[in-house]
């Protein structure tokens, strides 16, 4: 099954990369983890990186661009190594960027999910201080939501 895993900058999604692997392997699961954001190292053994192939920070330079366009312009020159990033795991952890319009919106992000297979699942994560009203007192915490797409 492919995992991609989305969400805001800073709502876990690396975090629940690396844990839900070591507990997937724990349990005899074959795991692959596959860094998406070409702006960050990640906090896991990623079996891809598509820091290989586009590091933002020498888009920037580059492209005298700012993040934000640096980003988009990275995940457009990783689009062109899509099918080196693909794993074959029985579960594949994609961690994407926390600006997740990149692979929602835009023609590359989509051309890097295209060559994913008929098991996939989405999960997305919301950091719950940017909640605004609190129903009965809950403790709102980070959450996933998660949504299995064929």
Not at 58 to 79: C, D, H
Not at 90 to 117: C, H, M, N, W
């Amino acid at each position: 099954m492919e995992i991609f895993v989305l969400g805001c900058a800073g709502s876990g999604k690396s975090t629940f990369v690396k844990n839900f692997s070591e507990y997937l392997r724990e349990k005899g699961y074959s795991v692959d983890c596959v860094n998406l954001d070409p702006a960050s190292e990640p906090i896991y053994k990623a079996s891809k990186d598509i820091r290989q192939f586009v590091k933002t920070e020498q888009v920037m330079e580059e492209y005298r661009l700012g993040i934000n366009g640096a980003l988009i312009k990275s995940v457009e020159i990783a689009a062109n190594y899509a099918d080196r990033l693909k794993c074959s795991g029985e579960f594949v952890l994609y961690d994407t960027p926390g600006q997740l319009e990149l692979f929602i919106y835009s023609l590359a992000g989509k051309k890097i999910r295209r060559g994913t297979f008929f098991d996939l699942l989405y999960v997305y994560f919301s950091c719950g201080l940017n909640a605004h009203h609190r129903p009965r007192g809950l403790s709102f915490g980070r959450y996933a939501e998660c949504s299995s797409l064929s």
